[in-house]
């Protein structure tokens, strides 16, 4: 089935498969921008995302391991859900500006 959620302007868009045992594949691209904040300089800027992702939307608790997709545990299927939680981990990442990336912080004096 296919699938496409927006959450503020970050989106999902793809295939979603139900499996037998009960879990969830999606496969597809997540496009848009996060609003961040630099970790050298503080100030938020706009990060641009254009990356593949597959999940498996599994009921907790999971205690196995998947190579090939990000597990995601869920109670109930909330693609709304996993976008808020993709948001949150990308601004929670390293993140660095522009004019932070050009200059060089790591000068020995």
């Known amino acids: 089935m296919k699938v496409k959620k927006t959450f503020e302007n970050l989106t999902l868009e793809g295939d979603s498969v139900k499996n037998k045992d009960g879990s969830i594949v999606i496969t597809g691209k997540l496009t848009g921008s996060v609003k961040v904040e630099c970790v050298k300089c503080l100030k938020e800027f706009d990060k641009e995302i254009d990356e593949d992702v597959k999940f498996k939307v599994v009921q907790p608790p999971y205690d196995g391991f998947d190579d ?7 109670e109930k299927y909330d693609l709304e859900e996993i976008l808020k939680s993709e948001a949150e981990s990308i601004k929670n990442d390293y993140n660095v500006c522009e004019s932070c990336q050009k200059e060089d912080f790591n000068k020995e004096f």
């Open 68 to 74: 090939e997709y990000d597990i995601i545990e869920q």
